[in-house]
């Protein structure tokens, strides 16, 4: 199994930026999709983002179109999430997993190695 450990998180306006990146170790991450996930205090884990193997799918929830960016380099084993104009319904711990598919997905039950999560709080 791969383990995954989440950097970036942090404090930020409404309307900043922040770049959050997921670094992997135990495993290549070559082969499978990667996802971003979060979850806000008093809420369920939500989907938030995820990239096929080889980086030429993408997928958004709806919330993040147009201001948050995927990617991946898997020559470095890492995957990073972009976020722009942020808001504070943004505010959650993010978390990035690997998925047991190449293809993207939003299935939570397809991902099965999780990170520990990194906290992104916006101020208003």
């Known amino acids: 199994q791969v383990q995954l450990v989440e950097s970036g998180g942090g404090l930020v306006q409404a309307g900043g930026s922040l770049r959050l990146s997921c670094r992997a170790s135990g495993r290549t991450l070559r082969s499978y999709a990667m996802g971003w996930f979060r979850q806000a205090p008093g809420k369920e884990r939500e989907f938030v983002a995820a990239?096929?193997?080889?980086?030429?799918?993408?997928y958004y929830t709806n919330s993040v179109k147009g201001r948050f960016t995927i990617s991946r380099d898997n020559a470095k084993n890492t995957g990073s999430l972009q976020m722009n104009s942020l808001k504070a319904e943004d505010t959650a711990v993010y978390y990035c997993a690997t998925a047991v598919t190449a293809e993207v997905t939003r299935v939570y039950r397809e991902y099965d190695s999780w990170g520990q999560g990194t906290q992104v709080t916006v101020s208003s």
């Open positions: 990239i096929s193997w080889s980086g030429g799918i993408t």
